[in-house]
């Protein structure tokens, strides 16, 4: 069963760039079977999806985010990145990392997630 | 962008019990990519539901989930007491991939 685990961070100062890793165990992030996704949540509230990142590079943001989010992937150390520049107090929440299966042309639902870490903006 | 609305906002049933969540769709869900996930306190969102009336692996088929187009429905039927959670619909049909703002369901 694969597992996913975020790590990075838990305090970041206003206007500074938010960094978190997502590391996958227990299978191979090169399987090009899914996309790889970041979502957050910020506390008492709903779910926002924030991106995704595919085998090839291919990304695919949420307009919410005002291009000020990046997604990498590095295949050596099967993991997957997130970058958030410029951060406010608003970005405060806990952050997942999430699967989504693919086949052609169809991206499916998020089927495996990590357990979540927290992420204070704050000076 | 494709809002979702889920109704009600919270549920208070008794264990045995049957509960109804709906959740409508400012636009058409392509090919009825809804999903469905229900997450506990302090825990990450699992899957239930995927393309409106799939269950997920693991499961149990005392929740199944119909409709289409714009309006669709979670059903949980006996309710057990872990069945208290926050239950969010979500759309992947289209970019942005969005998610209802979620009705919370109460074991009394």
């Known amino acids: 069963q694969v597992q996913l685990r975020e790590s990075g961070p838990g305090l970041v100062k206003p206007s500074q760039t938010l960094s978190l890793t997502c590391t996958v165990s227990?299978?191979?992030?090169?399987?090009?079977?899914?996309?790889w996704n970041w979502l957050r949540q910020p506390a008492g509230k709903g779910l926002e999806w924030i991106g995704r990142?595919?085998?090839?590079?291919?990304?695919d943001y949420n307009p919410s985010l005002n291009s000020r989010a990046t997604i990498s992937l590095d295949t050596s150390k099967n993991e997957f990145s997130l970058k958030l520049s410029s951060v406010t107090a608003a970005d405060t929440a806990v952050y997942y990392c999430?699967?989504?299966?693919?086949?052609?042309?169809?991206?499916?639902?998020?089927?495996?997630w990590g357990q979540g870490t927290l992420v204070s903006v704050s000076s | 962008e494709i809002g979702l609305t889920q109704s009600p906002g919270t549920l208070s049933l008794s264990p045995g019990e049957g509960a109804t969540l709906s959740c409508r769709a400012s636009?058409?869900?392509?090919?009825?990519?809804l999903a469905w996930y229900q997450q506990k306190p302090g825990q990450a969102p699992r899957l239930l539901i995927y393309?409106?009336?799939s269950r997920a692996t693991g499961i149990p088929d005392r929740f199944s989930g119909s409709g289409s187009g714009t309006d669709f429905t979670l059903t949980i039927s006996r309710l057990e007491p872990e069945d208290s959670a926050v239950y969010y619909c979500?759309?992947?049909?289209?970019?942005?991939?969005?998610f209802g703002q979620g009705t919370k369901v109460e074991i009394k």
């Open positions: 999430a699967r989504a299966g693919t086949m052609v042309t169809y991206v499916g639902p998020f089927d495996n």
């Open positions: 227990s299978g191979s992030i090169s399987s090009g079977s899914y996309y």
């Open positions: 990142i595919y085998l090839s590079g291919s990304t």
């Open positions: 636009q058409s869900v392509s090919s009825n990519y």
């Open positions: 393309g409106a009336s």
């Open positions: 979500q759309q992947y049909g289209s970019s942005p991939r969005t």
